[in-house]
């Protein structure tokens, strides 16, 4: 089946230092990824995509890491900063579909 | 910068009511998405739809489900018959691609929050 998890269900760490949000997946199929934030009573929001033929993808203060051979994705947040604060999700979509299946998410906290 | 709007915010119905959710997806996507988020849990899929005809859908995504695009901006999702267990945020999405152009995300919007009573 496919199934996508998170390690950490809650993530605490002070404002200027950097974030590392982990996820595994299952489906060795999936050939695309996204790394989506949702605060508070919002939709999930676009932060940064990776497909399965890239092993490093960064944007502005972030980074996302894929690793196939574990079935591994992580999002790298630079200078955490209060607004950072939110629950991420990363989701896969497996080759051949257009289905999107979210992980269970970890709650970013940024302390002041 | 556009967006994908979901009507109405937020929705209270007795139990066994229908109700009709309803979305407007940006304009020059293809596949139309709805998902829903139970309180504090992950966002589950519960359908795509591609070319006027549902592409997938999930186990949640039984008989008391429909979605329909009656014209050429609006994606509605109606439960028939709605349960207490329906009570969740829905959140529509919608995507551009074309074959052979690779990858996108798929964009949410704020979605409705369902509140069966």
């Known amino acids: 089946g496919e199934s996508v998890g998170l390690h950490l269900p809650t993530l605490s760490v002070q404002e200027g230092d950097n974030s590392i949000i982990n996820c595994a997946y299952s489906?060795?199929?999936?050939?695309?990824f996204i790394w989506y934030k949702q605060e508070s009573g919002k939709g999930p929001q676009f932060i940064i995509d990776?497909?399965?033929?890239?092993d490093k993808r960064q944007g502005q203060r972030v980074t996302v890491l894929l690793n196939k051979t574990v079935k591994h994705l992580s999002l790298q947040i630079a200078a955490t900063q209060p607004g950072d604060s939110a629950v991420y999700f990363c989701?896969?979509?497996?080759?051949?579909?257009?289905?999107?299946?979210f992980g269970t998410g970890t709650r970013l906290k940024v302390l002041a | 910068e556009p967006e994908v709007t979901q009507t109405p915010s937020h929705q209270v119905t007795q139990m066994g009511q229908e109700v009709i959710l309803r979305c407007v997806p940006i304009s020059n996507h293809l596949y139309f998405y709805w998902y829903r988020q139970i309180l504090g849990q992950k966002v589950e899929f519960l359908v795509s739809?591609?070319?006027?005809?549902?592409?997938?859908k999930s186990e949640i995504f039984d008989d008391q489900f429909s979605v329909e695009r009656p014209d050429g901006s609006n994606f509605t999702l109606k439960i028939r018959s709605t349960k207490l267990e329906d009570s969740a945020m829905y959140f529509c999405a919608s995507l551009r691609t074309v074959q052979g152009m690779g990858n996108t995300e798929a964009f949410f919007g704020q979605g409705t929050r369902l509140t069966v009573v």
């Open positions: 989701a896969e979509k497996a080759s051949g579909t257009y289905k999107y299946i």
């Open positions: 739809f591609y070319n006027n005809e549902i592409s997938e």
């Open positions: 990776i497909r399965s033929n890239m």
């Open positions: 489906n060795s199929a999936s050939d695309y």
